[in-house]
């Protein structure tokens, strides 16, 4: 299977009303092409999930400032002005969730899983509208599973196949949403035969990922 795919043919895969998923941590392990591509297709009322809205020019933080997002998903918005101003507003539907906790739901649609139960966020404001489970006299909030349609994840190391390396904090919630999207595609820093990634250092292997696209030099 041919995996390499066009900028033209990348944004023909976006839609309106798209849950999507984007690898990344204040941008740092962001695919800027593919934030482009999705820019650039016009795709509008997503759900985006990820760790952060990043800055308002760069990664996520750009699909807010241009108005395609109806509702975010992450541990924080602090860094950018735009999510903030939108949420309070009420153009913008923001579901904060803890770091830890959001990880977790995201292995959770991942894996199969029904959900998570964690003490982080009892007795919070977290807990609103959640079922709490007490087991052994200590309560747990019953976090549920989350998956995407489509995940954008950014790789060091690519290979024809879509095995993927990820170099230091790049990694972060890169290989966790290729688990829990129904299309993965992945941009390439550097891209490579079949054969050339030692399988010992493949972080997310080429078997979930759909779509290839390089970045340019």
């Known amino acids: 299977m041919q995996k390499s795919i066009s900028v033209e043919k990348l944004k023909g895969l976006f839609k309106d009303d798209m849950t999507i998923m984007i690898g990344g941590f204040l941008g740092c392990g962001t695919g800027e092409i ?10 509008k009322n997503l759900t985006i999930i990820g760790n952060d809205t990043s800055f308002i020019d760069r990664g996520i933080g750009r699909l807010i400032v241009n108005n395609q997002v ?47 139960l964690t003490p982080t966020g009892v007795g919070t404001l ?35 196949f879509g095995n993927t390396v990820y170099k230091g904090t790049t990694k972060n919630f890169n290989p966790m949403i290729a688990m829990a999207s129904d299309l993965v595609i992945v941009e390439a820093e550097e891209l490579v035969e079949i054969g050339s990634i030692d399988k010992d250092m493949i972080m997310t292997p080429g078997v979930v990922v759909d779509y290839i696209i390089k970045e340019a030099n």
């Open 34 to 43: 593919l934030i482009d591509s999705l820019i650039d297709s016009g795709a």
């Open 70 to 116: 109806k509702k975010v998903i992450a541990s924080h918005i602090g860094t950018n002005a735009e999510t903030g101003r939108l949420m309070n507003e009420g153009k913008l539907e923001v579901e904060l969730s803890p770091q830890g906790t959001l990880i977790e739901r995201i292995r959770s649609g991942g894996f199969g899983l029904g959900g998570i």
């Open 126 to 160: 977290v807990e609103k509208n959640k079922q709490k489970i007490t087991i052994d006299n200590k309560e747990y909030l019953l976090e549920m599973p989350l998956r995407a349609d489509i995940a954008l994840i950014k790789g060091s190391i690519v290979d024809a």
